[in-house]
């Protein structure tokens, strides 16, 4: 599992968020496994107690079609997994045993193949209504006004994801356009309307006058206080805050919910 992790990094460039979705999802079907199909433990140890380190290719290699399917029934009757988390979990699965296969030829077959959820329910996206929009730009209550005005405009105008967001460093900008690293390092430029050049630059002036800024610091959004690049958690932290400065608190939004409320608004 480690290898396999190994080569969805270093070989197919997944992000970090995806990998650590794949190891607890691998995690969880191992701990399943010895408990419940293989009974090397009681049925009722705590999963956070199970030990994995015992298990050997030649335990992988008995793992069966019933297997997948015992453990997809298990998470939606424990876990109460909707169709969507199944589907991911799933996908975890059939991408590890095709790995075994294809890859390093550690199976002959993959007990994964063929299986199928089918399609999970897809709901409507959740976003902002454009007044909703302007109410949420017209009540930003912060200590550093412009940067958060800044972030709020590009989520709202450019449809960016957060992590797309405060890895945006100063030398991405090119006259009226930025260049975003998306999913897989996939490169796209967005262009930027008026409102986002004239935030951007208002912002840009603010940075510039910050006392701790380093002067070798190439992250566009930074904290006032440090001057170093902004976390994603502290984005997530700004953007409730200024939801609930809005009344727009409660109600699910997010900075995604802002991808969705920009690609709405187009």
């Not at 705590?46 to 998470?75: A, C, G, M, Q, W």
């Not at 790995?99 to 709901?123: F, H, R, W």
């Not at 510039?208 to 006032?224: H, M, Y």
């Not at 984005?235 to 727009?248: F, M, N, P, Y």
Request: hydrophobic share 40%.
């Amino acid at each position: 599992v480690v290898e396999y992790l190994h080569y969805l990094d270093f070989v197919k460039m997944r992000s970090p968020r995806t990998i650590n979705a794949y190891y607890l999802d691998l995690r969880g079907f191992f701990r399943f496994m010895m408990a419940m199909q293989w009974s090397r433990v009681p049925r009722d140890t705590p999963l956070e107690e199970i030990n994995l380190k015992d298990i050997s290719t030649e335990d992988i290699k008995k793992i069966t079609k019933r297997d997948i399917f015992s453990y997809l029934d298990y998470v939606r009757s424990t876990d109460a997994n909707g169709g969507k988390a199944r589907a991911r979990k799933l996908s975890a699965l059939k991408g590890f045993f095709s790995y075994l296969v294809t890859q390093v030829n550690k199976l002959q077959e993959n007990p994964t193949e063929g299986i199928s959820l089918g399609s999970p329910k897809k709901a409507l996206p959740k976003y902002l209504t454009a007044t909703e929009s302007i109410d949420l730009l017209k009540n930003i209550q912060s200590d550093f006004y412009e940067r958060d005005f800044c972030m709020i405009t590009l989520f709202l105008n450019c449809g960016m994801r957060l992590t797309e967001l405060v890895t945006i460093n100063m030398g991405d900008f090119k006259q009226d356009t930025i260049r975003i690293t998306g999913k897989g390092n996939k490169e796209r430029l967005v262009y930027l309307n008026d409102a986002c050049l004239e935030a951007l630059d208002h912002y840009k002036k603010a940075r510039a006058a910050l006392p701790n800024l380093p002067a070798d610091e190439r992250a566009l959004f930074v904290s006032k206080r440090t001057g170093k690049r902004l976390t994603a958690r502290r984005v997530e932290q700004i953007v409730a805050r200024c939801l609930q400065s809005a009344g727009l608190s409660g109600r699910g939004f997010s900075p995604h919910k802002l991808r969705h409320t920009a690609a709405t608004l187009m």
